[in-house]
Structure formats: structure tokens, C-alpha cells
């Protein structure tokens, strides 16, 4: 019965989502105080990032890889994506420092287990897809702090130590954790019943951390949002023109320069950014830019619509 539950949010994702910031913003606007949820967040984003993780081929990452695909996704990620959202922020967001902040770490936070599921869908290079993950993740870890000082420094503080150690809680931890739980569970059940029974359940609780995620957020920001509802609109059109950049600039780069497969698999490792990740460290570190959490719970919608979208017109835009 709850897995069937889980499996009904996941089919329609984007309907689940849509409800839990409707219900967000009801039970935030009509009770008084509910700043506990904020200790809600890191939790559900573990809960989030850890099942999907158990999913990993980690000896896949030990097998030679698409030096040229590996690249070239990094660079999208790492030099053409934060560019183009710092430029969005400059501006769309002159005044506010706290949403340019939250688009650009959106930029710079690329991938997440979605990644790997889109790839799987699409019939993309799953292996190349992992990768992606685990570089991204970890190169993200390492640029955040140096970007946000250089680009935005002079406006917010930044606690670098924080940062690292909010990221290493989030992805380092359950990583080593998911690898552990995949070899017990290996080791305990076979190859054979856990990738066929066990391994297809862990996935459902991640998508259940997301909507969570989503809820809370718009219940933590739901007084600011009635006040006015005009900041969503404010937040839609550079949220449009960053995921558009997104969706279209590895469209044509994986149509030029690689097959099939691999075209699929940078697509869905620049298309798909890490944001639960993004609003642990708005909440936790950068508590008074929280207002670019509610900017990222946006986000979660558009993302994917069109992660859903991408993955429908593979099949024949990549041919």
C-alpha cells in the first residue's frame, strides 16, 4: 500500500509537487509559527539524496570513461551556466543579493539522482550519467565557496567551512553510507533479487523527499507569498530564461559533437540541477537569503516539466 503511494507521487510527479505547495502555503499561512520545519530540511534532503545514491553502479565508476563527454559537461556546468546566471541576476535581481545567490547556486550545484533516472528513461549512457553525479557533485563542493566570494562576496558573508561542511553531510556521508548498503544488501540478498526487488524501491523515497522538501519550503515562506503573490512572477521569467539556457545550449552542443547515448547523458547531467542541495545551504548557511528558497521550490516545477519533456523527445531529436 505505501509503495503503491509512492509509486502514484512518482508517476505524477509534477501534480504531487503542485499540491504540496498548495497545501504548503495553506497550513504556513494559518499557523502562526512554524520555524521548527526548518530542521526539517537537512533531514529530508538526506532522506532525498541517500536512496538514490543505493541505486549507483559504483563499479562503473572504476571502468575508463568519456574523457571528451566528461569535460565537456563540467565546463557547461562549471563556466557557461554560472556565467549566464550571474548575468540573469545582475539583471532580473539588481536589489536582491539573496536570489542572486540562489541562481547561482542553482548553476553550480548540477546533477542529482534524477540525473541517472531521466538517463535510464531516455535510454542514455547510464554509466557516463553516473559520473556526472559524482564529478559534478564533488566539483560543486569545491567551486561554491570560491564563486560566491569572487562574484558576491562583497554583499554577503560567506562562511566557507559551513559550506563544505553542509555539503560533505549531504552528499559525502550518504555516499559512503549508499555504498555500504548496497554491499550489505548485495552481499545479503544477491545481485539478482536486489536489482530486481530491491534496488526499484529506493528511488520512491526520494521522490517522496522532494515533495516533503517542497512543502515545507512554501509553509516556511507562505506568509510572504499571501502578502505578495507577485514575487512568484518576479522569480518565473529569469527562472524560464536560465532553464531554457539549460535545455537548449547541450541540446546543440550533444547533437554536434556526440552520439546518441552520450548526447542524452549530457543532457541530463547539465538539464537537472541538485536543488534540495541548493536550499540546505540557503537555509543553513545563508539564513537571511532564505527568500531564494522559496525562488528554488519554483524551480522544482519547471525543472520537471521539462527534465519530462526532454526525456520524451530523445527518443527522436537525438537521432
Same mark, same amino acid.
Not at 15 to 21: D, F, G, K, P, V
Not at 266 to 288: D, Y
Given at each position: 500500500?505505501?509503495?503503491?503511494?509512492?509509486?502514484?507521487?512518482?508517476?505524477?510527479?509534477?501534480?504531487?509537487?503542485?499540491?504540496?505547495?498548495?497545501?504548503?502555503?495553506?497550513?504556513?499561512?494559518?499557523?502562526?509559527?512554524?520555524?521548527?520545519?526548518?530542521?526539517?530540511?537537512?533531514?529530508?534532503?538526506?532522506?532525498?539524496?541517500?536512496?538514490?545514491?543505493?541505486? #549507483?553502479?559504483?563499479?562503473? #565508476? *572504476?571502468?575508463?570513461?568519456?574523457?571528451? *563527454?566528461?569535460?565537456?559537461?563540467?565546463?557547461?556546468?562549471?563556466?557557461?551556466?554560472?556565467?549566464?546566471?550571474?548575468?540573469? $541576476?545582475?539583471?532580473?535581481?539588481?536589489?536582491?543579493?539573496?536570489?542572486?545567490?540562489?541562481?547561482?547556486?542553482?548553476?553550480?550545484?548540477?546533477?542529482?539522482?534524477?540525473?541517472?533516472?531521466?538517463?535510464?528513461?531516455?535510454?542514455?549512457?547510464?554509466?557516463?550519467?553516473?559520473?556526472?553525479?559524482?564529478?559534478?557533485?564533488? +566539483?560543486?563542493?569545491? +567551486?561554491?565557496?570560491?564563486? !560566491?566570494?569572487?562574484?558576491?562576496?562583497?554583499?554577503?558573508?560567506?562562511?566557507?567551512?559551513?559550506?563544505?561542511?553542509?555539503?560533505?553531510?549531504?552528499?559525502?556521508?550518504?555516499?559512503?553510507?549508499?555504498?555500504?548498503?548496497?554491499?550489505?544488501?548485495?552481499?545479503?540478498?544477491?545481485?539478482?533479487?536486489?536489482? &530486481?526487488?530491491? &534496488?526499484?524501491?529506493?528511488?520512491?523515497?526520494?521522490?517522496?523527499?522532494?515533495? *516533503?522538501?517542497?512543502?515545507?519550503?512554501?509553509?516556511?515562506?507562505?506568509?510572504?507569498?499571501?502578502?505578495?503573490?507577485?514575487?512568484? +512572477?518576479?522569480?518565473?521569467?529569469?527562472? !524560464?530564461?536560465?532553464?531554457?539556457?539549460?535545455?537548449?545550449?547541450?541540446?546543440?552542443?550533444?547533437?554536434?559533437?556526440?552520439?546518441?547515448?552520450?548526447?542524452?547523458?549530457?543532457?541530463? $547531467?547539465?538539464?537537472?540541477?541538485?536543488?534540495?542541495?541548493?536550499?540546505?545551504?540557503?537555509?543553513?548557511?545563508?539564513?537571511?537569503?532564505?527568500?531564494?528558497? +522559496?525562488?528554488?521550490?519554483?524551480?522544482?516545477?519547471?525543472?520537471?516539466?521539462?527534465?519530462?519533456?526532454?526525456?520524451?523527445?530523445?527518443?527522436?531529436?537525438?537521432?
Amino acid at each position: 500500500m505505501f509503495f503503491n503511494l509512492l509509486a502514484y507521487i512518482k508517476k505524477y510527479l509534477i501534480y504531487s509537487i503542485l499540491i504540496a505547495m498548495v497545501l504548503g502555503v495553506v497550513v504556513g499561512y494559518f499557523i502562526n509559527d512554524v520555524s521548527i520545519l526548518k530542521k526539517a530540511i537537512l533531514p529530508l534532503t538526506i532522506m532525498m539524496v541517500y536512496p538514490m545514491m543505493v541505486t #549507483l553502479k559504483f563499479s562503473s #565508476l *572504476l571502468q575508463k570513461g568519456n574523457i571528451k *563527454l566528461q569535460v565537456v559537461t563540467q565546463l557547461i556546468n562549471f563556466i557557461v551556466f554560472p556565467i549566464i546566471a550571474f548575468g540573469i $541576476g545582475i539583471i532580473f535581481f539588481k536589489d536582491s543579493s539573496a536570489l542572486r545567490l540562489g541562481l547561482l547556486l542553482m548553476s553550480l550545484l548540477p546533477t542529482s539522482g534524477m540525473t541517472i533516472s531521466w538517463t535510464v528513461m531516455s535510454k542514455g549512457n547510464v554509466s557516463e550519467a553516473i559520473r556526472m553525479v559524482v564529478i559534478g557533485l564533488l +566539483l560543486g563542493s569545491l +567551486l561554491i565557496p570560491v564563486y !560566491i566570494t569572487v562574484l558576491l562576496g562583497s554583499e554577503v558573508d560567506v562562511p566557507v567551512l559551513e559550506i563544505v561542511y553542509q555539503i560533505l553531510l549531504v552528499v559525502i556521508v550518504p555516499l559512503v553510507v549508499a555504498f555500504l548498503t548496497q554491499f550489505l544488501l548485495r552481499k545479503k540478498y544477491g545481485d539478482e533479487k536486489f536489482n &530486481k526487488s530491491i &534496488k526499484p524501491k529506493f528511488p520512491l523515497f526520494s521522490i517522496l523527499g522532494v515533495v *516533503l522538501i517542497i512543502f515545507t519550503i512554501m509553509t516556511l515562506k507562505a506568509k510572504i507569498l499571501v502578502k505578495d503573490p507577485t514575487i512568484i +512572477l518576479e522569480m518565473i521569467i529569469p527562472l !524560464i530564461l536560465f532553464y531554457g539556457a539549460t535545455f537548449f545550449i547541450p541540446l546543440f552542443i550533444g547533437k554536434k559533437f556526440f552520439n546518441k547515448e552520450d548526447a542524452i547523458a549530457l543532457s541530463n $547531467g547539465t538539464l537537472v540541477r541538485n536543488l534540495s542541495l541548493a536550499i540546505v545551504i540557503i537555509v543553513s548557511v545563508f539564513p537571511g537569503s532564505s527568500i531564494a528558497a +522559496l525562488m528554488i521550490a519554483i524551480a522544482y516545477v519547471i525543472q520537471v516539466q521539462l527534465a519530462a519533456f526532454n526525456s520524451k523527445i530523445s527518443a527522436t531529436i537525438y537521432n
